[in-house]
C-alpha cells in the first residue's frame, strides 16, 4: 500500500513529457536560471514569465515571498504552482510541512499578489496573504479572469 500511495504521489507531481519545471527559493541559487534548486529563481514573476505551455510546473521552495508587485500569470493554459518543497536533490525534491507563502512585501502599500487572464492555474500548498487593492473591486490577494 506504501509503494502504492508513493507511486500515486511521483505520477501527481511528474511533469508532463515537454513541460517545463522551474524552481524557485526565497533567496534564490547560483546563476539564478530556475532550472533546478542550486539555480533556483529569487523571483516568481521570472519563473512564471519562462512557463508557458500545458503542463508546466513552478515549485516553491517553503519560505516567504514578499511581492512588490502582482504576480501576472498570462495566458498560460495549464501552469501549476507547488509549494512547500524542501529544496533539496534530486529534483523535485521532498514535500514538507513547512509553508510557502505570499505575500506583500515590507513597505509596499498596495498590492495584489496573484493576477490571471486567459490562464489556468493549481495552486498547491500555497499560501496567499496580505493583499490590499483600496478603491478597486477586482480582489485584493487574487484575480483571476
Not at 489556468?120 to 483571476?144: C, K, P, S, W
Amino acid at each position: 500500500m506504501k509503494r502504492l500511495a508513493w507511486l500515486a504521489l511521483i505520477l501527481l507531481t511528474a511533469p508532463l513529457a515537454g513541460a517545463t519545471v522551474k524552481y524557485v527559493a526565497p533567496g534564490g541559487g547560483g546563476l539564478a536560471h530556475g532550472d533546478d534548486w542550486a539555480n533556483a529563481y529569487s523571483n516568481i514573476q521570472d519563473a512564471v514569465n519562462a512557463c508557458t505551455g500545458d503542463g508546466d510546473i513552478i515549485y516553491l521552495q517553503y519560505g516567504t515571498y514578499g511581492v512588490t508587485g502582482q504576480v501576472t500569470i498570462a495566458n498560460a493554459p495549464g501552469l501549476t504552482l507547488i509549494g512547500g518543497m524542501a529544496g533539496n536533490t534530486p529534483e523535485p525534491g521532498d514535500p514538507t510541512n513547512l509553508p510557502t507563502i505570499l505575500t506583500r512585501a515590507a513597505g509596499v502599500y498596495q498590492s495584489r499578489i496573484l493576477a490571471g487572464n486567459n490562464a489556468i492555474v493549481t495552486i498547491e500548498r500555497v499560501t496567499i496573504a496580505n493583499g490590499f487593492r483600496q478603491y478597486l473591486a477586482d480582489g485584493g490577494a487574487m484575480h483571476f479572469q
